[in-house]
Antibody
Framework: QVQLQQSGPGLVKPSETLSLSCTVS????????YHWIRQPPGKGLEWIGF???????NYNPSLKSRVTISLDTSKNQFSLKLSSVTAADTAVYYC???????????WGQGTLVTVSS | EIVLTQSPGTLSLSPGERATLSCRAS???????LAWYQQKPGQTPRLLIY???SRATGIPDRFSGSGSGTDFTLTISRLEPEDFAVYYC????????FGGGTKVEIK
C-alpha cells in the first residue's frame, strides 16, 4: 500500500528557508504528479505547487518567487523549499499525490511548521 | 486565478437530513478538474469526489457530485454522524485553487 511520509523541522526562524521532504513508500514516485498544500491554523487549504514525474513544476503565482519543489528518484522522495519565511507561512504543510486529473487521492500526514524566532 | 466561493459557510442539519453544498467559480471550470474533500478536526483532507461527479474509492454512495461550468454541488443524501465536517471544493485550470469551505454541523 502506497504511503506518503513527511519529514522536516517544525520550527523555522523568520527570513530562513523552510525545507520539507515527502517519501513515497510502497510504490514508485515515477508515475504520478506530486503536490504540496498548506493550511494555516484554523483556515482553509492553499495549493503551493506540483512536480511532475518528468521533473517539470508549476507553482502558485502568489508563492512562485519563493518556492522550489524537487524530486530525488533514487530516494523515492520529493521536497519543498520555501525561502524568506515570515509568520504568515505558519501552517500545516501536506504533500499529496495527484490522482491523474489534478485532484489529491493520497495525502501525507501533515507537518505543522511554525515560523518564529 | 479562478476563485471558488462555497456556500453556505455553515450548514446546521440533523442526522438523516439531506445536505446540499454549493461551489461557485468566478470563471468556467472544466468538470474534469473539479474535486470535493472532507476534513475533520485534526485530520488530513479526504477525497470524496473527482471530475465533478466521480466518487473516490471507498466513498459511500450517499455522497454525490454534480454541476458544470461555474456551478457545482456536493450532495449528501442522508447525513450520518460521521459526515459532520468541513467540506472543500477544488479546481485546476492554469492554477489550482480551493474554496473557503462549508462546515456541516449538527443542529
Amino acid at each position: 500500500q502506497v504511503q506518503l511520509q513527511q519529514s522536516g523541522p517544525g520550527l523555522v526562524k523568520p527570513s530562513e528557508t523552510l525545507s520539507l521532504s515527502c517519501t513515497v513508500s510502497g510504490g514508485s514516485s515515477s508515475s504520478h504528479y506530486y503536490h504540496w498544500i498548506r493550511q494555516p491554523p484554523g483556515k482553509g487549504l492553499e495549493w503551493i505547487g506540483f512536480l511532475s514525474y518528468s521533473g517539470s513544476t508549476n507553482y502558485n503565482p502568489s508563492l512562485k518567487s519563493r518556492v522550489t519543489i524537487s524530486l530525488d528518484t533514487s530516494k523515492n522522495q520529493f521536497s519543498l523549499k520555501l525561502s524568506s519565511v515570515t509568520a504568515a507561512d505558519t501552517a500545516v504543510y501536506y504533500c499529496a499525490r495527484d490522482g491523474g486529473a489534478f485532484f489529491f487521492d493520497l495525502w501525507g500526514q501533515g507537518t505543522l511548521v511554525t515560523v518564529s524566532s | 486565478e479562478i476563485v471558488l466561493t462555497q456556500s453556505p459557510g455553515t450548514l446546521s442539519l440533523s442526522p438523516g437530513e439531506r445536505a446540499t453544498l454549493s461551489c461557485r467559480a468566478s470563471q468556467t471550470v472544466s468538470s474534469s478538474y473539479l474535486a470535493w474533500y472532507q476534513q475533520k478536526p485534526g485530520q488530513t483532507p479526504r477525497l470524496l469526489i473527482y471530475s465533478a461527479s466521480s466518487r473516490a474509492t471507498g466513498i459511500p454512495d450517499r455522497f454525490s457530485g454534480s454541476g458544470s461550468g461555474t456551478d457545482f454541488t456536493l450532495t449528501i443524501s442522508r447525513l450520518e454522524p460521521e459526515d459532520f465536517a468541513v467540506y472543500y471544493c477544488q479546481q485546476y485550470g492554469y492554477s489550482l485553487t480551493f474554496g473557503g469551505g462549508t462546515k456541516v454541523e449538527i443542529k
